[in-house]
């Protein structure tokens, strides 16, 4: 993190101390701000407003009235087939509240299966399901797709609150309210886990690191694109730290090793994202199977120009538990997806498609 930052953010926290309200705003700018150095990919995509940290209490929260104005995108939609629905639901839980969309494939009488799909900082999630094309496979497998909202009446930029320690253990926070709404859906769809699965992309990217830790009996699997592990910061300025380094501040318990009954897990990272620095994906790889772990397999390939080096890691029976995809030359952005949508990079591979196999594969 530059010094430039940092002296910012420490001039906020003085900035924002009169009110409780102020802080948590505050919290959400800078957040968001970081999260939007990666300029989208695509031509409906807005660029990331430039902050400055006012003199006063007053301009600081005119910035922040002006950052949601600013970073407000055209509302787009998922084209949906004839048959299919795509509903707007709100889910309540004793841990809070979100709403989402909700995609019902018209190939299934009753769902196959279910994908939980978190978007990112900035995003919403229409945008999310035309950016990641991830109803058409849906449809194709005849699977559902919930979408949360996470709003700016929760973080300021939108994100889901991965760096708060609160929001990092089972049973309280948005891990909760997020594992309860897949429970909610298991059971309407009736369903069992091992078709249960949660996706996302950078913030959303790290809170799927988080479920997929704390809630292996929800999640069979995981994909985790452009994210962090469980534990990497606790408060703001060690998110930025992580996100920047890969430096982890500590002071939560690693993820137990990968074994029978865990979550597996499919990860996607550029080796040129400037927003979450790619050491963070060997983090999540570290984490999952255990430091000094060696893939069983490594390919390499190339879709569309986009080099890619897939290693997959095996448990303790050989079979495979994790998959890392390192993109050559790929930034902060959704591989393989569609230009319509936010922060996305239509190089290939396809990682709706990828995580999708991965999905329903059988272990190993």
Not at 52 to 69: D, E, I, P, Y
Not at 180 to 197: H, I, M, N, P, Y
């Amino acid at each position: 993190m530059s010094r430039t930052l940092a002296a910012a953010l420490r001039r906020a926290n003085r900035l924002m101390r009169p009110t409780k309200a102020a802080r948590k705003a505050m919290t959400g700018l800078f957040v968001k701000s970081a999260f939007a150095m990666a300029k989208p990919i695509g031509p409906k995509a807005a660029k990331p407003a430039v902050f400055k940290v006012g003199r006063s209490l007053g301009t600081v929260l005119k910035q922040l009235r002006a950052a949601r104005v600013g970073t407000a995108r055209a509302e787009i939609s998922p084209r949906i087939p004839l048959g299919a629905q795509y509903l707007s639901r709100t889910h309540r839980s004793p841990a809070g509240s979100r709403g989402y969309r909700l995609y019902l494939p018209a190939s299934a009488a009753r769902p196959k299966g279910l994908i939980l799909m978190l978007h990112g900082c900035n995003q919403t999630p229409d945008d999310f399901a035309v950016g990641t094309h991830m109803n058409a496979l849906a449809e194709k497998h005849g699977i559902a797709v919930a979408y949360p909202a996470q709003t700016a009446r929760h973080n300021a930029g939108s994100c889901w609150s991965w760096f708060k320690t609160a929001d990092q253990l089972r049973g309280t926070g948005e891990p909760e309210i997020l594992a309860s709404l897949a429970r909610k859906l298991t059971r309407e769809f009736g369903l069992d886990r091992t078709r249960v699965f949660v996706a996302g992309l950078s913030a959303g990217g790290a809170m799927t690191a988080i479920l997929a830790d704390l809630y292996p009996d929800v999640f069979s699997a995981a994909g985790i694109h452009s994210g962090l592990t469980r534990g990497a910061a606790q408060d703001m300025l060690s998110a930025m730290t992580a996100m920047r380094t890969g430096r982890s501040s500590g002071g939560l318990t690693p993820a137990a090793p990968l074994g029978w009954g865990a979550a597996r897990r499919i990860v996607f990272q550029g080796d040129a994202d400037t927003t979450v620095h790619p050491i963070n994906a060997t983090l999540i790889v570290t984490a999952a199977v255990g430091d000094g772990a060696l893939p069983t397999k490594v390919r390499n390939g190339s879709v569309l120009g986009r080099s890619y080096r897939r290693s997959d890691f095996g448990g303790a029976d050989g079979k495979v538990v994790l998959e890392l995809w390192m993109l050559a030359g790929a930034g902060h952005a959704w591989s393989g997806g569609r230009v319509k949508g936010s922060f996305t990079d239509p190089k290939g591979p396809d990682a709706s498609a990828q995580m999708i196999r991965f999905f329903l594969a059988p272990e190993g």
